[in-house]
Protein backbone atom coordinates (compact mmCIF):
# COMPACT_ATOMS: atom_id res chain seq x y z
CA UNK A 1 0.00 0.00 0.00
CA UNK A 2 2.91 2.71 0.61
CA UNK A 3 3.40 2.31 -3.18
CA UNK A 4 0.15 3.00 -3.80
CA UNK A 5 0.05 5.89 -1.48
CA UNK A 6 3.34 7.25 -3.58
CA UNK A 7 1.84 6.56 -6.84
CA UNK A 8 -1.79 8.70 -5.61
CA UNK A 9 0.45 11.41 -4.35
CA UNK A 10 2.00 12.35 -7.38
CA UNK A 11 5.61 11.73 -6.69
CA UNK A 12 7.76 10.85 -8.74
CA UNK A 13 10.20 7.49 -8.20
CA UNK A 14 13.28 8.12 -9.78
CA UNK A 15 16.23 5.49 -9.44
CA UNK A 16 19.64 5.95 -9.66
CA UNK A 17 22.60 4.22 -9.83
CA UNK A 18 25.72 5.20 -8.13
CA UNK A 19 29.27 5.74 -9.02
CA UNK A 20 32.32 6.04 -7.41
CA UNK A 21 33.76 9.37 -6.91
CA UNK A 22 37.08 8.44 -6.50
CA UNK A 23 39.52 7.80 -9.09
CA UNK A 24 42.78 6.63 -9.27
CA UNK A 25 45.29 8.79 -9.37
CA UNK A 26 47.09 8.99 -12.38
CA UNK A 27 51.14 8.41 -12.09
CA UNK A 28 53.14 11.39 -12.13
CA UNK A 29 54.97 12.23 -15.27
CA UNK A 30 58.26 10.78 -15.67
CA UNK A 31 60.97 13.34 -15.48
CA UNK A 32 63.07 14.22 -18.66
CA UNK A 33 66.82 14.21 -17.45
CA UNK A 34 68.71 16.13 -20.47
CA UNK A 35 71.79 14.22 -21.34
CA UNK A 36 75.07 16.53 -20.31
CA UNK A 37 76.91 16.79 -23.66
CA UNK A 38 80.21 14.54 -24.04
CA UNK A 39 83.26 16.03 -25.38
CA UNK A 40 85.38 14.77 -28.29
CA UNK A 41 88.77 15.91 -30.10
CA UNK A 42 90.32 13.94 -33.03
CA UNK A 43 90.63 14.15 -36.69
CA UNK A 44 87.43 14.27 -38.80
CA UNK A 45 87.76 11.17 -40.94
CA UNK A 46 84.44 11.57 -42.91
CA UNK A 47 81.79 14.20 -43.18
CA UNK A 48 78.84 14.95 -45.36
CA UNK A 49 75.54 17.35 -44.27
CA UNK A 50 74.26 14.27 -42.09
CA UNK A 51 77.41 13.46 -40.29
CA UNK A 52 80.60 13.15 -39.56
CA UNK A 53 83.19 10.64 -38.01
CA UNK A 54 86.20 11.20 -36.02
CA UNK A 55 89.02 9.33 -34.72
CA UNK A 56 88.68 10.56 -31.39
CA UNK A 57 91.75 11.25 -28.94
CA UNK A 58 89.97 12.57 -26.00
CA UNK A 59 91.53 11.07 -23.14
CA UNK A 60 87.46 9.30 -21.86
CA UNK A 61 87.14 7.99 -25.69
CA UNK A 62 90.48 7.46 -26.76
CA UNK A 63 90.71 5.21 -30.30
CA UNK A 64 87.00 5.45 -30.71
CA UNK A 65 85.61 6.49 -33.99
CA UNK A 66 82.86 8.19 -33.44
CA UNK A 67 80.05 8.86 -35.92
CA UNK A 68 78.04 11.97 -34.60
CA UNK A 69 74.74 13.21 -36.46
CA UNK A 70 74.40 16.92 -37.09
CA UNK A 71 71.19 18.45 -35.87
CA UNK A 72 69.75 21.81 -37.24
CA UNK A 73 71.36 23.06 -33.35
CA UNK A 74 74.13 21.97 -34.19
CA UNK A 75 76.71 25.27 -34.08
CA UNK A 76 80.22 25.26 -35.86
CA UNK A 77 83.12 26.90 -34.87
CA UNK A 78 86.75 27.87 -36.87
CA UNK A 79 89.18 30.14 -35.26
CA UNK A 80 87.09 31.74 -32.68
CA UNK A 81 84.42 32.71 -35.42
CA UNK A 82 80.94 31.06 -36.26
CA UNK A 83 81.47 28.99 -39.27
CA UNK A 84 79.39 26.74 -41.58
CA UNK A 85 79.32 23.17 -42.10
CA UNK A 86 81.36 24.03 -45.29
CA UNK A 87 84.42 24.79 -43.22
CA UNK A 88 85.28 21.44 -42.13
CA UNK A 89 86.90 18.96 -44.29
CA UNK A 90 88.50 15.49 -43.77
CA UNK A 91 91.73 15.39 -42.23
CA UNK A 92 90.76 18.83 -39.92
CA UNK A 93 91.39 18.80 -36.31
CA UNK A 94 88.47 18.85 -34.50
CA UNK A 95 86.78 19.01 -30.60
CA UNK A 96 83.40 19.81 -30.09
CA UNK A 97 80.26 18.19 -27.64
CA UNK A 98 77.40 15.81 -28.64
CA UNK A 99 74.74 14.07 -26.37
CA UNK A 100 73.65 10.28 -26.72
CA UNK A 101 70.06 9.81 -26.72
CA UNK A 102 68.35 6.43 -25.56
CA UNK A 103 68.56 5.11 -28.95
CA UNK A 104 72.53 5.68 -28.75
CA UNK A 105 72.61 7.94 -31.75
CA UNK A 106 75.16 10.76 -31.03
CA UNK A 107 73.97 14.45 -31.79
CA UNK A 108 76.63 17.37 -32.36
CA UNK A 109 76.12 19.97 -30.21
CA UNK A 110 78.79 21.91 -31.21
CA UNK A 111 81.97 21.34 -33.83
CA UNK A 112 85.04 23.42 -33.59
CA UNK A 113 88.79 23.53 -34.99
CA UNK A 114 91.38 26.02 -35.01
Known amino acids: MAILGLASA ?15 PSPA ?10 KFTG ?6 AISFTVANTAK ?8 IVI ?3 TTFQ ?7 LADFAVGDKA ?3 YKTD ?3 TMTAVSLRKK
Open 78 to 84: KDGEMAT
Open 43 to 48: LITAID
Open 102 to 104: ATG
Open 60 to 67: TLAGQTLT
Open 10 to 24: GTPVIAQTQTSTTST
Open 29 to 38: PARVLKAKPT
Open 71 to 73: APS
Open 95 to 97: TGD
